[in-house]
């Protein structure tokens, strides 16, 4: 249905413009900002310079391999996600960090109102630009070359865009910007190979139905549109008056973003299917992701993050394989990770006002400016710990979503776990979130860069050569089952070291799972896997 395809299109371009139109807005904004307020951008951009360079030497390399043993179709698309990917986070981050001090002016010049719209907007640039970039590659890589080479083609994109993820694991603005991405493109791409690869779903509930590859594909096309379209009436309506509560606002702009979701997977899937069991998939998706997101922020919950994390991976995947067996996982996926734009605008400004917070105590202001920069502080907290959790399950469904495309692609249909050579595949894979964390908390910040993102590389390689696709398959489902819980205890940590660990081992387990796709067909010509 090309119908799909130009809406998916279209969806992209309208989120891109936004994103022109309020980065070019806030650069306007910043060259009004009085200096006092302005802070340096010298070490947020040119901090970037030495991952690039290692970034592209691992993308050269990757290049050519998946160029000589794949494709080089593949092996074009995927520097075309990487080089998207880049390309969003960078506009993202320059915003972000204009971002700051753009927000102390407004609330010393215009109140609550301006100053919430610009903190909240210049958090948006990032949201926009990464799910622009992710929905614009992947619809037109699915338009131009069609459904049936997908998992030599989309997978591309999206191991592009997992691979430079590695190289930005700081806990900041550009390291999440990154880990959205990566997770908002796995999740788009286990749909489109499942859809590729599962013929009929037999639910738990309702009569089965055929899943026709070009369907099964125009139905998450049309979520990520409607996510796109929800997340820019989201962002458009936060605003705040001088009594308002900001987090209010922020959470009325997430709410409408998600209602628009919905309502758009239930007139697709009864239109597509014949049934609404895809779209309840893909409303559990957005229902475990604000669910994880509120937990993880309440301070009550702080010491069993970890649990929580994994009793919402539980439910989602039993909710989405209940609606619409695996192929359902992937759309849950999809579904929580459908308004990513929102979302990350959402967390980015958590980051954008707690950075306006320590201007605020540098520079003298008036009093109302104060409280206006203290109350945008105190909802930016919460909404950074939300993000948090929010990116936590993200990286989990994700994960687990692209295990099952594995599965698939693979013609893995079933794991013995009692061969020993999956027991020790499963075992690397658990101690794989431990051995990649240890070394980015202790090697030096130059040495960090490149050796961890080699072992992301060479490491599910490793396993699936020497061990055979069913160890692969245990390695990557061990890894979501050890890496989940642990990016969990980490992630929101107070010690830097931790955070950054934390969000590298979620990038870590998306990761392995994406590259065992993209080089599944190896071990189907070398005959490991039946």
């Keep these: ?61 990757l290049f050519c391999a998946i160029g000589f043993l794949l494709s080089w179709v593949t092996a074009a698309l995927f520097v075309c996600g990487a080089l998207f990917s880049v390309v969003a986070v960078f506009v993202g981050t320059r915003a972000a960090v204009n971002g700051s001090a753009i927000t102390v ?25 990464a799910s622009g970039a992710v929905i614009l590659g992947i619809g037109v890589t699915v338009a131009i070359i069609g459904e049936v080479p997908v998992f030599t083609a989309v997978t591309g994109l999206g191991l592009g ?29 286990s749909a489109i190979v499942l859809s590729y690869a599962v013929t009929e779903v037999v ?5 089965g139905f055929t899943l026709d590859t070009t369907v099964g594909v125009d139905f998450a096309l049309i979520i990520t549109a409607a996510g796109a379209i929800g997340s820019m009436a989201g962002i458009i309506i936060v605003r705040g008056g001088e009594n308002a509560n900001p987090a209010s606002s922020i959470n009325t702009g997430l709410y409408v973003s998600g209602a628009i979701v919905i309502l758009a997977a239930l007139i697709a899937s009864k239109n597509f299917f014949g049934t609404f069991n895809c779209a309840f998939a893909v409303i559990g998706g957005l229902i475990v992701g604000a669910a994880a997101s509120k937990a993880f922020a309440a301070r009550a919950s702080e010491g069993f993050r970890p649990v929580w994390s994994m009793i919402f991976l539980v439910l989602g995947t039993a909710i989405a394989e209940a609606a619409a067996g695996i192929y359902g996982v992937a759309l849950s996926a999809v579904g929580l990770l459908s308004a990513s734009a929102m979302a990350t605008a959402s967390f980015t400004y958590g980051a954008i006002s707690c950075d306006a917070g320590g201007s605020a105590e540098a520079v003298p202001l008036e009093e109302n400016a104060g409280l206006t920069v203290g109350r945008l502080l105190t909802a930016g907290e919460r909404a950074a710990e939300e993000g948090k959790g929010f990116t936590v399950i993200a990286s989990g469904f994700t994960a687990l979503a692209l295990f099952l495309a594995f599965s698939q692609v693979s013609g893995l249909m079933a ?16 101690a794989l979130p431990f051995l990649y964390s240890a070394i980015i908390m202790n090697l030096s910040k130059r040495a960090a860069i490149i050796g961890p993102a080699l072992i992301a590389v060479i490491f599910p390689l490793a396993i699936g050569f020497a061990l055979g696709g069913e160890a692969l398959g245990g390695m990557i489902l061990g890894s979501v089952v050890s890496g989940t819980p642990l990016a969990a205890m980490l992630t929101g940590n107070k010690e830097p070291a931790k955070e950054t660990a934390g969000l590298s081992i979620r990038i870590l387990i998306k990761y392995a799972a994406m590259i065992a796709v993209v080089f599944a067909g190896l071990f189907l010509r070398a005959g490991d896997i039946n």
């Design 1 to 61: 249905m090309i119908y799909v395809k130009i809406i998916a299109a279209l969806a992209a371009v309208l989120v891109l413009a936004l994103a022109y139109g309020l980065s070019s807005w806030l650069n306007k904004e910043y060259r009004n900002t009085e200096r006092v307020f302005r802070v340096s951008k010298k070490d947020a951009i040119e901090g970037l310079k030495e991952k690039y360079i290692a970034m592209i030497a691992v993308i050269v390399l």
């Design 105 to 129: 002016n407004a609330a010393a010049s215009g109140g609550m109102n301006k100053a919430l719209k610009t903190a909240f907007r210049s958090g948006a640039v990032m949201g926009l630009c």
């Design 161 to 189: 865009a997992s691979t430079t993820a590695l190289f930005h694991c700081g806990a900041d603005a550009t390291g999440r910007g990154y880990d959205l991405l990566d997770s908002y493109a796995g999740a788009i791409v």
């Design 203 to 207: 639910p738990g509930f309702g009569d």
């Design 415 to 430: 794991i013995d776990v009692l061969h020993p050579l999956v027991i020790i595949g499963a075992l690397a894979g658990a």
